[in-house]
């Protein structure tokens, strides 16, 4: 007997696309998250995340995107922003009814790509990240 893979585990693509159906409805809707997503078709980020986890999971189909540095190169994401977006993830892997340790390891294979897109500061992102031809995209937290 073969080890299943977290894909096979989770239920294949059709529980993808049910957790980031409920993740990106919180993301969009969120008043700091969502201001980042501004212009971006709800649906096609859904069908990029679920192909990206897809592949990090074991699914046999290749990931067809760019690399994740490379696509939030011009966004400042600090910790505290993933710490946000972690939060509403866990949120909708148990609205899914995802089972706890399978949720467990969807969250660690998120943590470990969310340490690519992270900015340590407003600083560092001016100093590392130099291009000219792309607008950086800075929102504060709201206030209040
Ligand atoms: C708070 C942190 C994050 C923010 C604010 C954020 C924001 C965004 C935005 C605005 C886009 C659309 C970019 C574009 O199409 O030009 C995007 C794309 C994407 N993000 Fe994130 N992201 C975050 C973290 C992550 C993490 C941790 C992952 C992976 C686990 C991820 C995976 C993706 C993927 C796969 C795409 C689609 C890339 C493509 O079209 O090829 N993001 N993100």
Do not use: C
């Amino acid at each position: 007997m073969g080890t299943q893979s977290l894909f096979d585990a989770i239920g294949g693509l059709p529980t993808l696309q049910q957790v980031h159906r409920i993740f990106y409805d919180k993301i969009y809707a969120d008043p700091w998250l969502g201001k980042f997503f501004a212009g971006h078709e709800q649906a096609a980020i859904e069908n990029r995340q679920t192909e990206f986890m897809a592949e990090k999971m074991g699914s046999a189909e290749k990931y067809p995107g760019k690399s994740l540095r490379q696509v939030h190169e011009n966004m400042y994401i600090s910790n505290e922003l993933v710490a946000l977006r972690t939060s509403l993830l866990r949120e909708s892997l148990e609205e899914a009814g995802v089972d706890d340790t399978l949720a467990g390891r969807w969250m660690r294979i998120d943590a470990a790509f969310a340490k690519q897109v992270v900015k340590s500061s407003v600083a560092e992102f001016y100093r590392d990240y130099s291009f000219a031809y792309k607008q950086r995209i800075i929102h504060p937290k709201p206030q209040g």
